[in-house]
């Protein structure tokens, strides 16, 4: 692998996490080991990827604010668009190939970096332009080139293939890499640990500071506000790694709340429990944290039922989650905890066992217990070749059904929620009726939800939550009465 230089970095500023370049040097070497023992791979094989490209809104001439694109940004942390970069298996040797700009660009759009500036910003071997590309290859006597296509097993659309002009002429191998890259950004090294810690620390405090300033009479989006204004102004955060959910009373049902038709704008009452769910993205690695609390500062003694259940069923998953477990089965301890506080409060009565076998937890808690995370909040890798995903209520919505191992970064996120399109159907269902207490549940039709949400670490024998903020009933109450004072 050639040699890098000390020092090239991404950081917004003394008071933010300095990124070294050398984590993605890391990554482009274990890409060239992994590549190097498949014996699909011959020798002068080159990868080549294509970086992401400005997005115009509609037909206009506003784009979209650029992000990177997440499997470029794991090899080279380019953090411009329109770039294109190669590595060649054998030796390791780092390209990128920048666009070669207009003159006049320097008049809207600032300074035109040379190609000595980018081969310094981003401590690669070599940078030529993307018109070079053809004529660098052939110079290098690339054999085959192994470009990305694979499918994103959470949004069903399949990554973009690298083209350029003159690649007709070049070998393309198209199915070895994505299982390959896929399967290294499953598994976090430690410099990428440091920028998740990181990413964590900066929406754990962002969090804090929306407990401390949350009042009845305050709208949804204030909330969204308040934590995107800290995690840019504090930590150099510009972008969050996902669309906000503030969602207030019923509101809380409704699991991806936050979208263009419900934009957090509903008006924060006094007596309603809220779930915000919001985490900051630095050098586009996300952070993903959900907290639930009274929107007056005090819990009642039903919003206590409800939390300290999900409370008590996500310190359980943390409790047992370890290298060796499967996920599919915390999701079903996150359940059965679920389930055996509802019945333990009087919501639901019967044997937990047999409630567990007509997937009643599915009823209050429809989504998966938790995501890989990375460089996009649901990361890749959930469901490779030979791992099924479950057809079964709830399980289904797993987005891994993989055995859990050292080096992993996942969410905690159980959650139970009043769903009214799921409770009715349910409470007539001729298997699962016999379990509700009817009169119990009409008081929380109009509840909402309670969702926690931790991010943590799978470590050698044992799970290390990155995510820090008040969680017991006392220290949330605690924390808002000081942002009352």
């Not at 504090?234 to 969602?247: H, L, M, S, V």
Request: charge should be negative; hydrophobic fraction near 35%; include cysteine.
């Amino acid at each position: 692998m050639p040699g890098h230089q000390d020092g090239a970095s991404f950081s917004r500023g003394k008071h933010t996490h300095t990124v070294p370049m050398s984590l993605h040097a890391t990554n482009r070497r274990r890409l060239c080991e992994s590549l190097q023992s498949n014996s699909q791979v011959g020798s002068e094989a080159v990868v080549l990827l294509q970086g992401g490209d400005d997005v115009p809104r509609h037909c206009t001439d506003v784009s979209y604010l650029f992000r990177q694109e997440s499997y470029f940004q794991w090899c080279f942390g380019v953090r411009e668009p329109e770039f294109f970069g190669a590595i060649d298996v054998d030796s390791g040797k780092s390209i990128l190939f920048m666009p070669r700009l207009p003159q006049d660009y320097v008049i809207w759009l600032g300074r035109i970096p040379t190609t000595d500036d980018v081969k310094k910003q981003y401590d690669v071997d070599e940078v030529h332009y993307v018109d070079e590309i053809s004529d660098v290859l052939k110079a290098a006597k690339a054999k085959v080139l192994l470009t990305l296509v694979g499918v994103n097993s959470d949004s069903g659309l399949t990554s973009r293939e690298a083209k350029f002009e003159g690649i007709d002429s070049f070998k393309v191998n198209n199915t070895i890499l994505h299982p390959e890259m896929t399967e290294l950004r499953v598994f976090k090294t430690p410099a990428e640990i440091e920028v998740l810690r990181y990413a964590n620390k900066v929406s754990s405090e962002a969090h804090k500071v929306l407990y401390k300033s949350a009042r009845p009479g305050m709208h949804e989006y204030q909330m969204e506000s308040i934590f995107e204004h800290y995690t840019s102004k504090e930590a150099g955060c510009r972008y969050t790694a996902y669309t906000a959910i503030c969602a207030c009373g019923p509101n809380g049902a409704v699991l991806h709340y936050g979208h263009a038709a419900a934009p957090n704008d509903d008006l924060m009452l006094d007596g309603q429990i809220m779930v915000i769910d919001m985490g900051a993205e630095y050098h586009c690695y996300t952070s993903d944290i959900t907290i639930s609390f009274p929107v007056n500062g005090k819990f009642t003694p039903d919003q206590r039922i409800i939390y300290e259940a999900v409370l008590k069923s996500n310190l359980a998953v943390q409790k047992a989650a370890k290298p060796g477990v499967l996920w599919p089965d915390m999701h079903r301890l996150a359940e059965k905890t679920i389930l055996e506080e509802l019945v333990k409060h009087g919501l639901i009565q019967g044997n937990v066992d047999d409630m567990m076998a007509v997937r009643l937890g599915a009823v209050f808690m429809p989504h998966g217990l938790g995501h890989f995370m990375g460089l996009d909040v649901h990361d890749c890798g959930g469901y490779p070749k030979g791992v099924e995903r479950s057809t079964e209520p709830g399980l289904k919505s797993l987005r891994t059904g993989r055995v859990l191992q050292k080096d992993m970064v996942i969410t905690i996120e159980p959650g139970c929620y009043f769903i009214n399109s799921l409770i009715e159907p349910a409470m007539k269902d001729p298997v699962k009726s016999k379990f509700f207490v009817p009169e119990v549940m009409e008081r929380f039709k109009k509840f909402g939800g309670v969702r926690i949400e931790d991010d943590v670490l799978i470590t050698e024998d044992g799970c290390d939550n990155m995510t820090q903020v008040p969680r017991t009933v006392a220290d949330i109450e605690a924390i808002m009465a000081e942002g009352k004072a």
